[in-house]
């Protein structure tokens, strides 16, 4: 499975972005779908998650009421919709995706097989 990034770019603080995530294959279904990202300096870490049939969800605290995550599975696609834009949330965001690991959460890297090569988000403020 390939995984290609896109929709990254300036935005002002307060505004919105939508990222999204165009995966091959045909298993992209069976999948979880999570994003995440890098700030220069800073570890890689955890923004939401989607399980397999888009009937869950899961935000990191910081992002939580501001982005939306989701996915059409008929489209082997998923997005990330980021409204109320800060500052702190410029970074290289990620989508990633794998069939489920269990014992090892969604919210950590080990949890997904695939990863796309990262989109660039610069919010000014």
Do not use: H
Not at 63 to 91: C, H, W, Y
Not at 107 to 121: C, L, S
Request: hydrophobic fraction near 30%.
């Amino acid at each position: 499975v390939q995984l290609q990034a896109s929709g990254g770019g300036l935005a002002q603080a307060g505004g919105s972005l939508r990222l999204s995530c165009a995966a091959s294959g045909r298993t992209f279904s069976g999948y979880v779908m999570g994003w995440f990202r890098q700030a220069p300096g800073q570890e890689r870490e955890f923004v939401a998650t989607i399980r397999q049939s888009g009937d869950s969800t899961y935000y990191a605290d910081s992002v939580k009421g501001r982005f939306t995550i989701s996915r059409d599975n008929a489209k082997n696609t998923g997005s990330l919709q980021m409204n109320s834009l800060k500052p702190e949330d410029s970074a290289v965001y990620y989508c990633a995706a794998g069939p489920p690991v269990y014992g090892v959460g969604v919210t950590t890297e080990r949890g997904y097989r695939y990863w796309g090569q990262g989109t660039q988000v610069t919010v000014s403020s």
